[in-house]
């Protein structure tokens, strides 16, 4: 004999597992992760959007914007965000509380910042004649350096700084990729070395991103991407249609590249030393990209049209498919994106 109580129980339960199961009723990519970038206005402000594009927040940096020609103007560790105040010569620090952030430091710097990034226990600030950093004590970065180094060209086109396992790399627009050391607890040290085997028609270096022992770099005016590993470009990839491959994010299998004036993202599969473009054009954006990132199943885009700027925010699926969920006109020159990790 059936139980029907029974059966009706079993068919509820499997109902809700179906529902559960569906993609078109799972939580949206990225769900409580924020997307966070600076108006980098005379006033500069950090503009905090939810997974969904909202704009949630906006606070004070304490200090003057004006960068450009520079990515990772803003980034996020854990529940902490970095953002440089350009004309202020200060980087800001936030940290995440809930939903909102509230600023908790402002860290002096020794050449006008551009760039930040988190590791090894440190906040290191690239300038545009220094690099610097900064020891970090749970929640507190050190106002003071415990190391200071100047960059081989010193001479303003400074862009981007990542961080490796026994260095830090940095870009500089005037030709020059270099390594910075680090001592065994992590600050900069000596006098930084030159990449080795940097290709002949080296133009341009902008951005980069880095993932254990390898970064990789953009050399934007050639249309190439490279990979440097050990101090020495291994492989160089060009980006086909698409000029100037400016700025780049990474995560899991997928490498993407923001390009300007093509005003789009291509993206990439990178594997071994291999960089093989996947996509040429996986989209198209409103302006010039400035910068982009990757987390959460999310990227995230800012790129700039004259006078205004735009904040595109994207779902990223298995096969690196980007689906717009939103973009945002943003009055101003933005600068810098992070996607933050839910707490």
Known sequence: MIDRKALKFCSLALLIMLVAAAPGVQADAGHHALVVTASNATQNQLLVYNSSGKLIQTVSTQGQGGASGNAGGIEAKDNLVA?????????????????????????????????????????????????????????????????????????????????????LIVTEKSNTIETVGLLPDGDVS?????????????????????????????????????????????????SGTQSAPCWLTLEGPFLFSSNSPSMSVSRYAVYGQKIVQDAAVAVTLNGDPTDIDYGKGLVAVIDGNGTLSHLSIFAVDEDGNLTLIIANTISGTANGVAVVHAE
């Not at 002096?108 to 545009?128: C, E, K, N, Q, W």
């Not at 980069?208 to 005016?221: E, P, Q, S």
Request: without cysteine.
């Open 190 to 238: 000596g006098v930084p070395t030159l990449v080795a085997n940097i290709p002949s028609n080296v133009n341009a270096p902008f951005g980069l991103v880095t993932r254990g022992n390898d970064a990789y770099v953009t050399i934007a005016h050639a249309n190439e991407i490279s990979l440097v590993r050990e101090g020495t470009v291994l492989t160089v990839t060009g």
């Open 83 to 167: 953002a440089v105040n350009y004309g202020s010569q200060t980087v800001a620090i936030f940290e995440r509380w809930g939903d909102s952030f509230h600023l908790t430091q402002l860290v002096p710097t020794a050449s006008t910042p551009v760039s930040v990034a988190f590791g090894h226990d440190h906040l290191y600030i690239l300038g545009t004649t220094t690099v610097e950093s900064h020891k970090m004590i749970d929640s507190y970065i050190r106002l003071s350096p415990d190391g200071v180094v100047t960059l081989l060209k010193a001479d303003g086109s400074a862009a981007q700084v990542g961080v490796l396992p026994e260095h």
